[in-house]
């Protein structure tokens, strides 16, 4: 490192990785009542469904509307529809996170951002599940949801996932380079198929390039 001084961790996020589990449980106790009892969560969900009108190469047509997915060749089949789908906390999370971070709480900071991201996941399985009902309703099958920036779908697709979904563009955007804003928000695509195999559903962790270090898999 050409001999240059390697920067200490602040004090505070020391004290919190040191912290006892007794800490960190009241932490999350805490936190859990503010997400369920101060109302800064709210939680928005939308999802359109889209025929495909063409498949040309990797690339959907849409009404309107091309959608590449590079991973279309592992689909379990053409799909004759795709589901666009999105789901957000709102703005007020990250702000209540910083706030506690500016406020020298680090361990409740953390405990926050952790149970809103487990509450946002929740939230979209809840909205896939509400795709597959209706999916089923129409004699169709589903396959495994997709987000952006994982192998099947490029992060530049978090927009045009967005646009599809029907989410007020004023609530969820994408920035430049992809990132949802607020944070708390998740965007995804399900193919539609009324051939689909039985065996055409995975976990939605399959294709996810965090799912080594995930620590949201096991709960």
Known sequence: MSGAAV??????????????????????????????????????????????RAVRGEVLELD??????????????????????????GPEIEARVSALFKARRPLL???????????????????????????????LET???ENPGDAVLPIQAQAVVLRLSGMDASAVRADPLGMLRPLKSLAFVVPLGADFPGSALRSRCATCASRETCGYRAR
């Not at 020391?14 to 101060?38: F, K, N, V």
């Not at 509307?65 to 666009?84: D, I, K, N, T």
């Not at 929740?122 to 795709?131: F, Q, T």
């Open 143 to 145: 396959g495994s949801p």
């Open 7 to 52: 920067s200490e961790a602040p004090p505070c996020l020391t004290r919190t990785r040191q912290a006892r589990p007794a800490s960190i449980a009241r932490a999350r106790e805490t936190a859990r009542g503010m997400l369920s009892g101060e109302g800064f969560a709210q939680a928005l969900a939308t999802h359109r469904v889209h025929p495909v």
């Open 64 to 89: 309107g509307v091309s959608l590449r997915v590079p991973g279309l060749a592992g689909w379990p089949g053409p799909p004759q529809a795709v589901a666009a789908a999105a789901c957000s906390l």
């Open 109 to 139: 900071a953390l405990a926050l951002d952790e149970l809103a991201s487990e509450k946002l996941f929740r939230l979209s399985e809840r909205l896939y599940a509400r795709i597959r009902r209706e999916a089923r309703r129409s004699g």
